[in-house]
Every structure is written in structure tokens, then in C-alpha cells.
């Protein structure tokens, strides 16, 4: 499969995944097309050897496994992370300004940056919570207001002299979406139920984000760029699902996770900090009759792969990167380091990782913050608080990440399909 062919497939899963609902949605579609049986947590599981299931949880994370057909001596455990920093639309959202004009209340979720967001189409993503009248149940129904509906206007030059001179910008002032003229008032809720499905009386909760309608794009002099938004962290997702499904799998217990909540700090009942993953392997270690120190045995013999973007060296910022490691666009899976653990990469997991690439003939890069500049986390860290294992964190190198527009690799892509294809060899 050439790169153009997995950078078109890439574009198709972002654009279907407006939201971590959505594209928790699209993994679970695809893993039921490969004959994977879903579990639920409230139910009892029935679990056997050779088997392929998956599990959710909140909607918006995500765990795969297989189980071998013999017995196995350790696991093989793949993260990467559902959300991206977005405006989250608050509750009562609609807002009258100056008798003419109709905006929604929102608020930042996660570190965005701002600037981008403003003079460009922008939609409405996520979910509702409905009861069902003859079950007495909660429902959930993905939204997607599937049209150009949003946009947050630019303040003139003549009227901000400091736009181009640092402009602070004010997420209650600068930030919110147009809507309407007042002619809209009190049709947003209607709206989103429409696009739900449902009528608007039936909305007890939401959870709906703005998203970037703005459809990805394969440019440069050869094609070998690839930019859309939401690249962190759904490269890596995409990217990580597809090699999970195409590695061999028989010799471990082959685990895929897409966890949620990554941009807030994972302290959350579905992220990396949740008990979400070691529950999950208590208890497909309890269906299969082994022991708890079965599996503290087969802890200590597994690794993780936590994949997360990376941040690439910028053609117009190049000061801004480490002296000497410096991953660049199409150059490969980058290798994540820090030595106050934000990434939990060490000499062992580094030498594991570096393997499994030179088995699967890719390329490997490294990445460190400069030492003078504060840097990011991740989830591997996090998650290594509930389940402690060697972990290597690694990523897609990627410009203007947390921008609704991010632009990152065509080739980086395969790189790493065929890399965790060889992890679950």
C-alpha cells in the first residue's frame, strides 16, 4: 500500500472523527469488522483462547485485545489518546449581543492555540444523552452538525493595533463563535437534536465541541505533506489500530488502547491515570483462571508503546528545537525523551523499541526539549502509575500541534503501521 493511499485513508478517518466520540465510534466499527466481540464492563465477560474483543468505556476510550491460542509469557500493550484541545460548548450557550446577534458560551478545553482558530468555518461535534421512555435507560447519539454553521470573526486591524504586535487573547472576550443574527435566538439546542435525531425536550446532557470544517489536504512540491486537524492524536491512533490489526499476535497478549482526556492531564474515569487499563487486564486475567500473580508476572515481562505526536523541527523556528535531537517531517517514528520522566523512555525500553524498528526497516528519530524550555507530558507516564511496565514513548513528528489545522508526514504514517505490525509480530 503506497503512502498516498494510507494519507487518503488517514484524511477519511479524521474527517469521520469531528470528535473522541466519533472517532471512538469509527475504531469500534472497524474492529467489528474484523469479527472483534464487543465486551461490556457491567456485564460478565465469556473469554477463551484465540479469542478477539474489545471493550469501552465513557464512549470515548477504547481497548482491543487477542488472546493467544497457547499460553502466553508476557503482553504487548499499545496507548495512544481519543481528544485534542478544542472550545467545549457550555451549558445554557446562547448568548444575545447588542440586540442583533446570536453567539455560543464556550471554554478551552485543553492548550489550543488560539490564533487559528479565528475567520474559518467551523461546525459542532459530540454527543447527547437521551432516556429511553420504554427501557428507562440512558442513550447516547453522536452529533455532528454536518455544515458550515460557526465562525469566530476576526476584530479588525484598524481596531486592534496589537494584533500583530502579541495580542493576548481573553477565551470569555476574544474566542466565542458567531451563530446567528437574532433571528437564531433559541434555535441552537434545536439544532444539535435535529442532527441527533432526537427532539430537543428529549436532551438531558451534552457534550459538544467546535471543530475545524476545513477537509484535509495532501500538499507540497511532492505531496509530502498531509494536514488536517486533529493529526494529535489520531495519526497515532489511526496509525496504531491498523498495525495492531495487521501484527501477527500469537506469542503475547496483544493489547490496543485509545484513551480520552490526554489534553487535560488523564485524571479522568476514562484516561491513562483511570483504572480503565488494569482493570481490563485483571480481569482477562481472572476469565482465563490465572492468578494475580499470573499477571504481575506477565507485567513484568511486557512492554508498552505510548504513541503520542512529536513535535518536529520548525522551518521557521529551528532555535526552538534541542541542538541535536531534532526529528524532522517523513523522517521517521520519533523516539520521546526527558530526564524529569514527562517521558517515561529510558535505556531499556529505548534499545526495545529501536529493535522492533530495525526488524521492520524504519526509520527512527529522538526528540528532547531544548534543556532551557519547559516541554509537554504524555500518557505513558500516567498510565505507568496503574500499570507499571517497561514504556517507551514515542510519536509522529508533526508542525503546529494543537492548532485546528496541524500538518504532519505522508510517509510517517506507514512508518508507523509497519512498526507496531512488527510489535505485535
Request: proline share 4%; hydrophobic share 40%.
Amino acid at each position: 500500500m503506497t503512502d498516498l493511499t494510507i494519507s487518503k485513508e488517514l484524511a477519511q478517518f479524521l474527517e469521520a472523527s469531528p470528535s473522541c466520540f466519533h472517532a471512538a465510534a469509527n475504531m469500534k466499527k472497524a474492529l467489528e469488522n474484523e469479527n472483534y466481540t464487543e465486551l461490556y464492563e457491567n456485564r460478565k465477560w465469556q473469554i477463551r483462547p484465540g479469542g478477539k474483543y474489545f471493550v469501552t468505556r465513557n464512549g470515548s476510550s477504547l481497548i482491543a485485545f487477542t488472546i493467544p491460542a497457547r499460553e502466553f509469557s508476557g503482553m504487548r500493550i499499545l496507548a495512544s489518546h481519543s481528544d485534542s484541545p478544542a472550545f467545549k460548548i457550555k451549558e445554557n450557550p446562547e448568548l444575545e449581543s447588542d440586540s442583533h446577534y446570536i453567539r455560543l458560551n464556550t471554554e478551552r478545553y485543553g492548550g489550543m492555540l488560539c490564533a487559528p482558530w479565528f475567520d474559518r468555518p467551523l461546525s459542532v461535534a459530540g454527543r447527547v444523552i437521551v432516556k429511553d421512555p420504554s427501557s428507562g435507560t440512558f442513550l447516547t447519539k453522536l452529533v455532528n452538525v454536518d455544515r458550515d454553521l460557526l465562525l469566530i470573526p476576526n476584530l479588525a486591524i484598524h481596531m486592534n493595533r496589537d494584533a500583530n504586535t502579541g495580542y493576548k487573547y481573553n477565551a470569555q472576550k476574544d474566542m466565542l463563535p458567531l451563530y446567528g443574527s437574532l433571528t437564531a435566538k433559541g434555535t441552537f439546542m434545536k439544532t444539535v437534536a435535529d442532527a441527533a435525531g432526537v427532539e430537543e425536550d428529549e436532551i438531558l446532557g451534552h457534550d459538544l465541541f467546535l471543530y475545524n470544517r476545513e477537509k484535509a489536504s495532501i500538499w507540497g512540491a511532492s505531496g509530502e505533506f498531509i494536514s488536517c486537524g486533529r493529526l494529535d492524536d489520531l495519526q497515532c491512533t489511526f496509525a496504531s489500530l491498523r498495525g495492531f490489526l495487521a501484527g501477527a499476535k500469537k506469542d503475547c497478549l496483544a493489547v490496543h488502547c485509545m484513551l480520552d482526556n490526554e489534553e487535560v492531564g488523564s485524571t479522568t474515569k476514562q484516561g491513562a491515570a483511570s483504572t480503565f487499563l488494569r482493570d481490563t487486564l485483571l480481569r482477562i486475567h481472572d476469565c482465563l483462571g490465572m492468578s494475580r500473580e499470573d499477571y504481575l508476572i506477565h507485567l513484568a515481562d511486557s512492554l508498552m508503546l505510548s504513541a503520542d505526536n512529536a513535535h518536529a523541527v520548525h522551518p521557521n523556528h529551528t532555535e526552538k528545537s534541542d541542538p541535536s535531537n531534532r526529528p524532522y517531517i517523513n523522517g521517521g517514528i520519533v523516539l520521546k525523551f526527558n530526564a524529569n520522566q514527562k517521558y517515561c523512555t529510558d535505556g531499556v525500553s529505548a534499545a526495545m523499541f529501536r529493535d522492533i524498528c530495525k526488524r521492520a526497516e524504519v526509520p527512527v528519530q529522538t526528540f528532547a526539549n531544548r534543556s532551557d524550555m519547559a516541554g509537554g507530558s504524555t500518557l505513558g507516564n500516567i498510565s505507568n502509575t496503574q500499570v507499571a511496565l517497561n514504556t517507551v514513548d514515542i510519536g509522529l513528528p508533526q508542525l503546529a500541534m494543537h492548532s485546528p489545522y496541524e500538518t504532519a508526514g505522508v510517509k510517517d504514517t506507514e512508518y508507523l503501521i509497519r512498526a507496531t505490525a512488527e510489535f505485535f509480530a
